[in-house]
């Protein structure tokens, strides 16, 4: 995974294994992903061309990545500039009253404060017009007692997501577990196998989902 010149001295490949190494740890303790598509070169000067930056995310922001690309254009950097988009659905809250929680003394005392002199004389048209200012009444009293509130949302579960990934990350979290009380080889070994499992079935369900 890291190759450079200074690999050429005994003490630049001990340095450069230990690089590794805690590369490794991040990637798998943390839950990353790599998001690098294609051949198409993030450095480039007149001496070298190569692929040496590296994009990682969790699996669960990339998999509301669509579109990962490496910008054509030169920005007087021997970096080229990565660019990606995110897609994000967010549903519109929903807007309730919860009769049960509501207090209908408030919404007495309320509709009674709105509630004007009985008129002495009616006809069809003042009825109508005071049956509709009655109705009004109602409901701001009770938009008193019983406040609207926006409704709970649910987070859309990944399309890609099954029993089989459930039960392979629930194996992740045990072996990380373990690996944090006890940070052995056996224990690392587990813990990188249980996620290379979850990567693997997580890629194929993607792949099958027509996502990847």
Sequence with gaps: MWRHKFMEH???????EQKREALENLIFT???????KGSQPTFITCRAISTIDVTMATMEAANIIRVWRVHPDDFSSDHRLIEFGITISVKTPMYSQNWK?????????????MM??????WTARILEGE???FHASIKKALNISHPVKPGRTSLRKAAWWNKEAGKLRWEVKVY?????KNCSEENFSLLIAARRGFFMQADEEIKAKGMG
């Design 176 to 180: 990380l577990s373990r690996f944090r």
């Design 131 to 133: 049956v509709e200012q």
């Design 116 to 121: 004007t002199a009985p008129l002495k004389s």
């Design 101 to 113: 929680l509501g207090d209908f003394s408030i919404f007495r005392k309320s509709l009674d404060k």
């Design 10 to 16: 005994p003490l630049g490949k001990q340095r450069d």
């Design 30 to 36: 943390k839950n990353l992903t790599i998001l690098f």
